[in-house]
Antibody, heavy 126, light 112 residues
């Protein structure tokens, strides 16, 4: 069974740096075309992709948030960590981590999709 | 404002068919990137509904189907059920600045 679980502080003050941890089980980030991403959702609003790290340490960031994000992985602990600097009240929301996998069928492989999501962790900036 | 444009809301009566559009551009859907769809029932985690434009993960009813053409994609739901009331999001990739994930703004489906 594949699971992901987010953890981190619930309440953060403006200008602070927050560290969110995604602890997963049931798959490995050591090999294979697999990654883990972070997605957030302000209260009552849409999903917003933040960052992504692949098994080969390839890292991708949202262009609009790149300057305040850092994503890393610890394969020995099965964890992916997202660090966000200079937190602002607009950063309030639920933060999800999700596994990214590449589906292939009949010789065709598709763009990667988030197939398994964590339950999310609420971060309030105030 | 999202890179992928979805209607804010759609509605339909039980048993009816509804479609949700996802409009992009030549830097994302039109560039050949696949579209995925997610369902988020209120108060729950998003769930992958359609991957690779038209494919359903195991366990997703065949009432849900996807399509893609040019710079747009669509999600169709037939035989609407009350349990389908949720927010639906499309997702793809964009190549402006660097290859990155993009989500649509989401569509609220109301079952009348």
């Amino acid at each position: 069974q594949i699971t992901l679980k987010e953890s981190g502080p619930t309440l953060v003050k403006p200008t602070q740096t927050v560290t969110l941890t995604c602890t997963f089980s049931g798959f490995s980030l050591r090999t294979g075309v697999v990654g883990v991403g972070w997605i957030r959702q302000p209260p009552g609003k849409a999903l917003e992709w933040l960052a992504l790290i692949y098994w080969n340490d390839d890292k991708r960031y949202s262009p609009s948030l790149k300057s305040k994000l850092t994503i890393t992985k610890d394969t020995s602990k099965n964890q992916v960590v997202l660090t966000m600097t200079n937190m602002d009240p607009v950063d309030t929301g639920t933060y999800y981590c999700a596994r990214m996998r590449r589906y292939c069928s009949g010789g065709t492989c598709y763009s990667d999709a988030f197939d398994i999501w964590g339950q999310g962790t609420m971060v309030i900036v105030s | 404002q999202s890179v992928l444009t979805q209607p804010p809301s759609v509605s339909g009566a039980p048993g009816q068919r509804v479609t949700i559009s996802c409009t992009g551009s030549n830097s994302n859907i039109g560039a050949g990137f696949d579209v995925h769809w997610y369902q988020q029932i209120p108060g729950t985690t998003p769930k992958l509904l359609i991957y690779g434009n038209t494919n359903r993960p195991s366990g997703v009813p065949d009432r849900f189907s996807g399509s893609k053409s040019g710079t747009s994609a669509s999600l169709a739901i037939t035989g609407l059920q009350a349990e389908d009331e949720a927010d639906y999001y499309c997702q793809s990739y964009d190549t402006i600045l660097s290859a990155h994930v993009v989500f649509g703004g989401g569509t609220k489906l109301t079952v009348l």
